[in-house]
Structures are given as C-alpha cells and as structure tokens.
C-alpha cells in the first residue's frame, strides 16, 4: 500500500495508557497516526518511540477545552497527512468526591475535558478535517462504563460519560447516511496512571489503603482482574476496521464482565 493510501488516525491524549496503546494498535493496523496531549515533551518523545517501533507517526500539543487549540491541531494533522479517516477521542480525566464539598473549577473541568472536547474535537473534524469525504469515516469515543451506571463518588465522570454514549448514539444516526460510523468503547477498571490516581482518591476517602481499595474493585469483576490497555486498543482497532462497517451508535463494554451486573 502506498504512503498517501494508508487510513489517517487522530488520537487525543495518546502519550501514556490507553491512547498510547491505541496509537500502536492502529499504527501496526497500517495507520498513519497523528497523537496529541497537552504538554509539548510528552508528544514529542510519543512520536519518536513510535517511531522506533516502526509507526508513522506525527503530533502536536493540544488542549481539547479550548476551540482554538482544537482548530489548529485539525489543520496540523491534514496539513501532515491530509484527511482524518479515524478519529479516537480519547482524551479525559477523572474527578469526583463529596457533591457538598466539590469546586465549580473541578465539576466544568471534567464536564470540558470529558464531553465538551469530544464535541469540538468531533465537529471541527467534520468541519475542516476531511473526514466525510475521506472515505472509511469512523469515530471513536473512549467513554466508561461509568457512563452507564452511577459512580459512587464520581458524579461529574459518571455524567461526562453518560454525556459521551448519548452523543455517541446520536452522531450515529447522523453520520450514517454518510457511510461514517460512530462508536463509543466503554473501559471498567483499567490498570493506567488515571487507575492509579482513582484509587489514591478513594484511599483518601474511605481512609485506608490504596490495595484496600484495588481489593474491593476486583472483587466486582467478574473476571477477578483489570483490563489491560491493550484490549481496550483491540476493540478499537476492530471498529477502525472494513469489518466493522456496519457497527455504528453502539457502546460496547470491555470491562471483565464489570458492566453485566
């Protein structure tokens, strides 16, 4: 396959867990992949490992809140590669505590960082990243199972995500006529350095330890363990897909059998 033939991936917050396990995932696919983040180095030092690794790979810094930084990183990557075929939003946080207790800045920022970058990112894509007329369109949103059933303690993630599957179903609808489909991949408990501040926040919380807290999590899951980021990739890289054609406005779990009960 030609350089310019190979599909183009845009990947927010792609420098470490997840995201960076779905760039390598769609760069071994045969993916050009563009990867972002919000600090400069981070990108930087992705896109040389990737690299290494035999991927090509490009980037920018970017912050999803922020329409301005949206705009400039969509230019970026067409102006690189040209149009976007794949984009995976999968830039987030976590957030929660005491709804009594918790700050405006806390609740906006995850309500941005969670669904209000998936809109901008999404509809500048569509607006100036070529991704309707590029052909095999899909786009990506990495929500939760959170975003199914209440979280204790973690109403503005819960809600973001909540947010993300409903956004998800309808841009399905939407986009459908235009052979472009719209998924939302939904991780339980993943062992990634969010994983690792979540169960800081509940040991805070409950006052006990974080291994107290990763006890009472896996208890939940019926597999007994985490999902690895790497199977989160594999379902993505599978929607990413020809074969996955005709799968649109769904939300698909990969949590451990976590989001059957």
């Given at each position: 396959?030609?350089?310019?033939?190979?599909?183009?991936?845009?990947i927010t917050g792609a420098t470490r867990g997840i995201g960076l396990a779905?760039?390598?995932?769609?760069?071994?696919?045969?993916?050009?992949?563009?990867?972002?983040?919000?600090?400069?180095?981070?990108?930087?030092?992705?896109?040389?490992?990737?690299?290494?690794?035999?991927?090509?790979?490009?980037?920018?810094?970017?912050?999803?809140?922020?329409?301005?930084?949206?705009?400039?990183?969509?230019?970026?990557?067409?102006?690189?590669?040209?149009?976007?075929?794949?984009?995976?939003?999968?830039?987030?946080?976590?957030?929660?505590?005491?709804?009594?207790?918790?700050?405006?800045?806390?609740?906006?920022?995850?309500?941005?960082?969670?669904?209000?970058?998936?809109?901008?990112?999404?509809?500048?894509?569509?607006?100036?990243?070529?991704?309707?007329?590029?052909?095999?369109?899909?786009?990506?949103?990495?929500?939760?199972?959170?975003?199914?059933?209440?979280?204790?303690?973690?109403?503005?993630?819960?809600?973001?995500?909540?947010?993300?599957?409903?956004?998800?179903?309808?841009?399905?609808?939407?986009?459908?006529?235009?052979?472009?489909?719209?998924?939302?991949?939904?991780?339980?408990?993943?062992?990634?350095?969010?994983?690792?501040?979540?169960?800081?926040?509940?040991?805070?919380?409950?006052?006990?330890?974080?291994?107290?807290?990763?006890?009472?999590?896996?208890?939940?899951?019926?597999?007994?363990?985490?999902?690895?980021?790497?199977?989160?990739?594999?379902?993505?890289?599978?929607?990413?897909?020809?074969?996955?054609?005709?799968?649109?406005?769904?939300?698909?779990?990969?949590?451990?059998?976590?989001?059957?009960?």
């Amino acid at each position: 396959m030609a350089e310019s033939d190979r599909p183009v991936a845009l990947i927010t917050g792609a420098t470490r867990g997840i995201g960076l396990a779905i760039a390598r995932e769609l760069g071994r696919r045969g993916h050009r992949v563009f990867v972002c983040a919000r600090t400069a180095q981070h990108v930087k030092q992705t896109v040389e490992d990737l690299r290494a690794g035999g991927l090509r790979a490009e980037g920018a810094a970017a912050d999803v809140r922020d329409p301005r930084s949206v705009a400039a990183l969509v230019a970026a990557v067409v102006r690189e590669f040209g149009p976007v075929n794949v984009l995976v939003n999968n830039a987030g946080r976590g957030g929660g505590g005491p709804l009594a207790e918790m700050t405006d800045d806390l609740w906006y920022d995850v309500i941005d960082t969670n669904l209000n970058g998936v809109f901008l990112l999404t509809r500048e894509v569509l607006r100036s990243g070529g991704l309707l007329e590029a052909g095999h369109g899909r786009v990506i949103n990495i929500a939760s199972v959170a975003g199914k059933q209440g979280v204790l303690l973690g109403s503005p993630y819960s809600a973001s995500k909540h947010g993300v599957i409903g956004f998800t179903r309808s841009l399905g609808k939407e986009l459908a006529p235009a052979g472009v489909t719209v998924n939302a991949v939904c991780p339980g408990y993943v062992e990634t350095p969010m994983a690792e501040q979540v169960r800081q926040g509940y040991a805070a919380a409950w006052d006990t330890t974080e291994e107290f807290v990763q006890e009472q999590f896996e208890a939940k899951i019926p597999l007994g363990r985490y999902t690895t980021a790497e199977e989160v990739a594999s379902l993505v890289g599978y929607l990413a897909s020809v074969g996955a054609a005709s799968v649109t406005g769904q939300a698909i779990n990969v949590c451990g059998g976590l989001g059957s009960s």
